[in-house]
């Protein structure tokens, strides 16, 4: 079993700043890469960013490519996640994702789920 636990959501204003952070426990040493979904209301939850655990190597979905960053802390078990310039429509849950075959870049690739932690932007 994987336990991922989401910190750091919060409201914020149109062109701030946020980092969420998850913490992974549990059987993660086999865990080939990381990363996060969101899901606005009313929207089908999406890939936002994942993160090859080995080698760090990242990929972003189009909206968020140059505003957000995703990065990991082999030492803490964590995955962050950067994200300026904040737009409204960055508002969501947001969930962080563990596989450990694949990037976890669709719904199917992901193995486990964090509980997803709110983020609000207001425009």
């Known amino acids: 079993q994987v336990q991922l636990v989401e910190t750091g959501g919060e409201l914020v204003q149109a062109g701030d700043s946020l980092r969420l952070s998850c913490t992974a426990s549990?059987?993660?040493?086999?865990?080939?890469?990381m990363g996060w979904f969101r899901q606005a209301p009313g929207k089908e939850r999406e890939f936002v960013a994942a993160i090859k655990w080995s080698t760090g190597s990242a990929i972003y979905t189009d909206s968020v490519k140059g505003r957000a960053t995703i990065s990991r802390d082999n030492t803490k078990n964590t995955v962050y996640l950067q994200m300026n310039s904040l737009k409204h429509e960055d508002t969501a849950v947001y969930y962080c994702?563990?596989?450990?075959?694949?990037?976890?870049?669709?719904?199917?690739?992901?193995?486990?789920w964090g509980q997803g932690i709110q983020v609000t932007v207001a425009s």
């Open positions: 549990g059987r993660t040493f086999s865990r080939y890469a």
């Open positions: 994702t563990i596989g450990f075959s694949r990037l976890p870049t669709t719904l199917d690739e992901v193995d486990y």
